[in-house]
């Protein structure tokens, strides 16, 4: 089975603060995205990568940036967090294109 | 226009019968399709994948796709409480290795004993 692991479950910060959150993936899959998921608004995607040191801009990638040095890892970066960055990151994996995404428990997150 | 649409209920059906969930996408180059549960405060979690035209039974699970007409449900027959959860259509966007999934805004289910 596919494990894709997210570091917290939950987690606080403050506005202003850098967070870091991070993402595994154990299926050596080529594609990794990073969601957000807010009431009424859907899923909707930040970033992804498509190869190691390879990223693309998602539909709301504003405020964010995201790191892939090694192709198992992906992290996602609030560089000054605000409060309407509240929300549950969803951190998925594929393997190939035309493939299903697995995704990670997510991390609920809370700009204080 | 949405480019992936769902209703967004909520779909109320008794114990033991069919639910039947809906979902049009607008992008006819689409090839890929996928129906994700998610129950409250969980992730999305992958219950079928559809690629060609007809119907893909997986146990309770139907899926079905017709691509002229741009659509693609999915039937629960003998439908548990335990099937209560937002039912996601995801459309693939794009092709090749940059293509990205378009989800709908899901569907509530609710299967009342």
């Known amino acids: 089975d596919v494990k894709v692991t997210q570091s917290s479950r939950y987690l606080v910060k403050r506005t202003g603060e850098k967070v870091f959150l991070e993402c595994v993936q154990d299926?050596?899959?080529?594609?990794m995205f990073w969601y957000r998921q807010d009431p009424g608004l859907g899923l909707r995607l930040i970033y992804f990568?498509?190869?190691?040191?390879?990223?693309e801009k998602g539909d709301i990638p504003e405020g964010y940036s995201v790191s892939r040095e090694k192709k198992e890892r992906f992290s996602l970066i609030l560089e000054s967090a605000s409060t309407n960055q509240t929300s549950m990151y969803l951190c998925?994996?594929?393997?190939?294109?035309?493939?299903?995404?697995?995704f990670g428990d997510g991390t609920r997150l809370s700009i204080l | 226009q949405k480019e992936v649409e769902q209703n967004s209920g909520p779909l109320s059906v008794p114990e033991g019968a069919i639910a039947s969930l809906n979902c049009t996408y607008s992008?006819?180059?689409?090839?890929?399709f996928f129906w994700y549960r998610q129950y409250s405060g969980k992730s999305p979690e992958l219950i079928m994948s559809?690629?060609?035209?007809g119907d893909k039974e997986d146990g309770r699970f139907t899926a079905q796709l017709n691509k002229a007409s741009q659509y693609v449900s999915l039937l629960i027959r003998d439908s548990q409480p335990s099937d209560s959860a937002t039912y996601l259509c995801?459309?693939?966007?794009?092709?090749?290795?940059?293509?990205?999934?378009?989800f709908g805004q899901g569907t509530t289910l609710q299967v009342k004993p």
């Open positions: 995801a459309v693939s966007h794009g092709s090749g290795n940059t293509g990205k999934l378009i």
């Open positions: 559809i690629y060609s035209n």
């Open positions: 299926m050596d899959h080529e594609n």
């Open positions: 990568s498509y190869d190691v040191k390879m990223k």
């Open positions: 992008d006819r180059g689409s090839q890929s």
């Open positions: 998925a994996s594929r393997d190939l294109q035309n493939q299903p995404q697995h």
